[in-house]
């Protein structure tokens, strides 16, 4: 490569030109028939000629393939067409930050029929399941912040919770939208400074927040991302009840999380936490390769690992237990969607060229690797029609191959059994960016 590219515009990262669709794709081995629906994933890809600042600042584009009766009937690609997709600045001439002007590249879900393109900086915008744009979407104009892109869905209830974070005050607030989709509560959370809060929980009864030391600097503005650790801020977690009320704060060890796996409250009340844990010295190696000017995007120069961690806060003593579950250096954690926030065994990651599945119970972790030059993309769980057991069911990872000739795969493994490899792989007709996050939309 150029030795001016960084190396998030190269190799397994590079952004694609333009946007392509085909038919009738090549598949290997057998996709299971009651896999109906579509699979999209989105991930930063900067127009041609356009070099992003930042891996993170790229717009979005999504990546989708219709699979039916065992077939895969589709694959397309589309930009999520923002304001700021054709030019509009974040902010406007008076400091006032657009909302609606953002790059959406970052999650894709679906809530109360709707699907909704997400980044954590702005609004969300609404696509159709055939990647068309529909627009930014501020529920009926009561959201007033930003959207986080990890909002939590209550598998009992339907509400969707979320936040939205800034760097005036307030600088965190707490949404829920209800089950048919209407925005019903927005409260502001005290958080002592513009902590970059990438991600949240849910239990049954409690929000779970993560006031880290990630923090805004003006100073830094303009040059990629302006966010910097800063150990004075401060780690620590809130737990707080859904409908509001006072946040009682665990002071944890210095560290930072980008992912959550889970959180649940056990037997004796306590809330238990899974998640992937950075600390400083990992830190200090893996942000600054996200940005302009360095030579790779390598955990293993970083000096460390981001790793499956624990904590177990016992609002009753207000005493908190940490503990690393496993070694291997992961992240993007999933799980069977409808224990969202209760009790589960598996947590589904993956490592540079692997995807780890975890019994939370043991701390053990069967994994698949995908082979040389292969790097794992996010795996969705797709629960089995007739699945009876926690982990009966599908896992859905779009991998990607450092060698920019060669054409990315959709690998389909059986959850149950991760070791055994796919037990089907679409061929794309091209190569697709390692990205961020995807959804399976089932048509039922």
């Known amino acids: 490569m150029d030795e001016r590219t960084p190396a998030y515009l190269s190799g397994h990262l590079a952004p694609v030109p333009d946007e392509i669709d085909a038919v009738d794709l090549p598949v290997t081995g057998a996709l299971p028939a009651e896999l109906v629906g579509r699979y999209f994933r989105n991930g930063p890809n900067p127009l041609p000629g356009e070099v992003s600042p930042h891996w993170f600042a790229g717009h979005g584009m999504l990546h989708g393939l219709r699979l039916r009766d065992g077939r895969a009937e589709w694959y397309r690609n589309r930009w999520v067409r923002t304001s700021r997709l054709d030019g509009v600045p974040p902010v406007d001439e008076r400091g006032n930050r657009d909302l609606a002007a953002v790059t959406a590249n970052t999650h894709v879900i679906e809530h109360a029929g709707r699907l909704l393109a997400l980044v954590e900086n702005g609004l969300p915008h609404e696509v159709g399941r055939e990647l068309e744009t529909v627009g930014p979407c501020d529920f009926g104009g009561r959201l007033t912040t930003a959207m986080t892109a990890h909002p939590k869905q209550d598998p009992v209830t339907g509400e969707l919770h979320f936040f939205g974070y800034g760097v005036r005050p307030p600088y965190l607030t707490y949404h829920r939208l209800s089950a048919a989709g209407e925005l019903e509560l927005s409260l502001p959370v005290d958080v002592p400074g513009p902590t970059m809060m990438h991600d949240f929980a849910i239990t049954e009864h409690h929000v779970v927040w993560l006031d880290l030391p990630v923090v805004f600097d003006m100073a830094l503005v303009g040059r990629a991302l302006p966010y910097r650790w800063d150990d004075d801020y401060g780690a620590r977690i809130g737990v707080m009840a859904k409908d509001g009320g006072p946040v009682q704060w665990f002071e944890v060890e210095s560290c930072y999380v980008f992912h959550v796996g889970n959180a649940r409250e056990d037997a004796a009340g306590r809330v238990v936490l899974d998640a992937v844990r950075y600390d400083r010295t990992m830190w200090d190696g893996f942000w600054p390769t996200l940005g ?75 994994e698949h690797d995908l082979g040389a030059g292969w790097h794992a993309g996010e795996a969705v769980f797709v629960l089995a029609a007739d699945a009876r057991g926690e982990d009966e069911g599908w896992l859905l990872s779009l991998v990607t191959n450092e060698d920019t000739t060669v054409p990315s795969e959709l690998r389909v493994l059986d959850a149950t059994d991760v070791k055994a490899g796919p037990v089907a792989s679409v061929h794309l007709p091209r190569r697709v960016p390692t990205g961020f996050h995807g959804s399976w939309f089932p048509d039922a």
Not at 312 to 341: H, K, M, Q, Y
């Open 292 to 366: 302009s000017g360095q030579e790779a995007v390598d955990t293993a120069a970083a000096g460390g690992t981001s790793t499956l961690h624990r904590w177990i806060l016992d609002p009753a003593s207000g005493s908190v237990a940490e503990e690393r579950i496993d070694e291997r250096g992961v992240e993007f954690p999933t799980l069977n969607d409808a224990l969202v926030g209760r009790d589960n065994q598996y947590l589904y990651t993956v490592g540079e060229r692997t995807i780890v599945k975890y019994d939370t119970r043991t701390g053990d972790g069967d």
